[in-house]
């Protein structure tokens, strides 16, 4: 399959780190506002096409999908565009800035009958399987902790005053969006939609939210998520049931799981996967692509997703300008 990426940022070369490993896939061309950064991104991957232009990318007959590694606030008109020329689109997390962007992109997928996939690489790679697989093991769940905080590698020059993309809610941008996606999805892949949320977030002197926490109640259960930007976390995520517990270590990449049940047995499983865990997702696109499904199983998921960080935004006073 034919790709075209948009992006040249370090995801785009963890992207390309994984790409490598999957026969069926070839970098066609890049795209770049910059024409030196694409063409040096371009010259690194062996693509054969630059475009500056994103009329051109979507017109063009040479390329079969895109992945976007644009900022957040991109990420729905690029897609539209990228579908409307019959692209299948690979898009980085979250797929879009609310809802009704989602909703705009799940539109265009359909009229042109091209598939359109969120690129979030935790629920498709062998650790989330396994969560799945033994989950039942530990009874009536009750309570889920989902947690990933990640103290970011730009937040030390955004306190010496250089604000970069990462830290510019003007682009779609917070601790809900970069990071907190990762305990959403999960929970709503698991769970489902829940009944209510309540959330609060801490906020940076420019508008940008550094971390937060939400609640989700499902009447039978909690779901408690916990993420930041700004503060490292060193606490698994945790799913207890009324016969046990499960320790997930970590939710956006688990390579561990630990089982404690109520009669003191532990049970602990290792996950052997890729190391670079964007892997599975491609993988996953690619086949769905192959295949022309009308239907693309996971965009649900994504949906109720959207519909979670919106009312945590709304809750939290989360604003993009």
Same mark, same amino acid.
């Given at each position: 399959?034919?790709?075209?990426?948009?992006?040249?940022?370090?995801?785009?070369?963890?992207? /390309?780190?994984?790409a490598?490993?999957?026969?069926?896939?070839?970098?066609?061309?890049?795209?770049?506002?910059?024409?030196?950064?694409?063409?040096?991104?371009?010259d690194?991957?062996?693509?054969?096409l630059?475009?500056?232009?994103?009329?051109?990318?979507?017109?063009?007959?040479?390329?079969?999908?895109?992945?976007?590694?644009?900022?957040?606030?991109?990420?729905?008109? !690029?897609?539209?565009?990228?579908?409307s020329?019959?692209?299948?689109?690979?898009c980085?997390?979250?797929?879009?800035?609310?809802?009704?962007?989602?909703?705009?992109?799940?539109?265009?997928?359909?009229?042109?009958k091209?598939?359109?996939?969120?690129?979030?690489?935790?629920?498709?790679?062998?650790?989330?399987?396994?969560?799945?697989?033994?989950?039942?093991?530990?009874?009536?769940?009750?309570?889920?902790?989902?947690?990933?905080?990640?103290?970011?590698?730009?937040?030390?020059?955004?306190?010496?005053?250089?604000?970069?993309?990462?830290?510019?809610?003007?682009?779609?941008?917070?601790?809900?969006?970069?990071?907190?996606?990762?305990?959403?999805?999960p /929970?709503?892949?698991?769970?489902?939609?829940?009944?209510?949320?309540?959330?609060?977030?801490?906020?940076?002197?420019?508008?940008?939210?550094?971390?937060?926490?939400?609640?989700?109640?499902?009447?039978?259960?909690?779901?408690?998520?916990?993420?930041?930007?700004i503060?490292?976390?060193?606490?698994?995520? !945790?799913?207890?049931?009324?016969?046990?517990?499960?320790?997930?270590?970590?939710?956006?990449?688990?390579?561990?799981?630990?089982?404690?049940?109520?009669?003191?047995?532990?049970?602990?499983i290792?996950?052997?996967k890729?190391?670079?865990?964007?892997?599975?997702?491609?993988?996953?696109?690619?086949?769905?692509?192959?295949?022309?499904?009308?239907?693309?199983?996971?965009?649900?998921?994504?949906?109720?997703?959207?519909?979670?960080?919106?009312?945590?935004?709304?809750?939290?006073?989360?604003?993009?300008?």
């Amino acid at each position: 399959m034919r790709f075209a990426i948009i992006g040249t940022s370090f995801i785009s070369d963890r992207f /390309m780190a994984a790409a490598g490993q999957i026969p069926e896939f070839k970098l066609k061309a890049v795209y770049s506002r910059s024409k030196e950064k694409g063409q040096a991104f371009a010259d690194k991957y062996g693509a054969e096409l630059l475009y500056t232009s994103l009329e051109e990318l979507a017109d063009s007959k040479e390329v079969d999908a895109v992945y976007i590694a644009s900022p957040n606030s991109c990420h729905a008109s !690029q897609a539209i565009q990228m579908l409307s020329g019959g692209k299948h689109v690979l898009c980085e997390k979250p797929i879009a800035a609310d809802s009704k962007e989602l909703a705009d992109m799940l539109k265009a997928a359909g009229q042109n009958k091209v598939i359109l996939l969120e690129a979030i690489r935790s629920v498709f790679d062998p650790g989330f399987a396994m969560i799945e697989e033994l989950l039942p093991r530990i009874g009536t769940v009750r309570r889920a902790f989902f947690t990933f905080c990640q103290y970011s590698s730009r937040y030390d020059r955004f306190k010496q005053g250089v604000t970069e993309n990462a830290f510019n809610p003007r682009l779609s941008n917070a601790a809900l969006m970069d990071i907190g996606v990762y305990c959403v999805h999960p /929970m709503v892949k698991l769970f489902g939609l829940p009944k209510s949320i309540q959330a609060q977030s801490i906020f940076l002197h420019n508008g940008m939210e550094g971390l937060g926490t939400a609640v989700a109640n499902y009447d039978s259960m909690l779901a408690e998520l916990q993420y930041s930007k700004i503060t490292q976390g060193y606490l698994p995520s !945790q799913i207890q049931g009324e016969q046990g517990a499960m320790l997930i270590y970590d939710i956006p990449d688990t390579k561990t799981i630990e089982l404690c049940c109520r009669d003191g047995r532990r049970e602990r499983i290792e996950i052997h996967k890729k190391e670079n865990n964007m892997y599975y997702e491609i993988k996953e696109f690619i086949r769905l692509a192959n295949r022309k499904e009308k239907v693309n199983p996971h965009n649900q998921y994504s949906v109720w997703q959207m519909k979670v960080m919106d009312e945590i935004r709304r809750c939290a006073g989360i604003k993009f300008d």
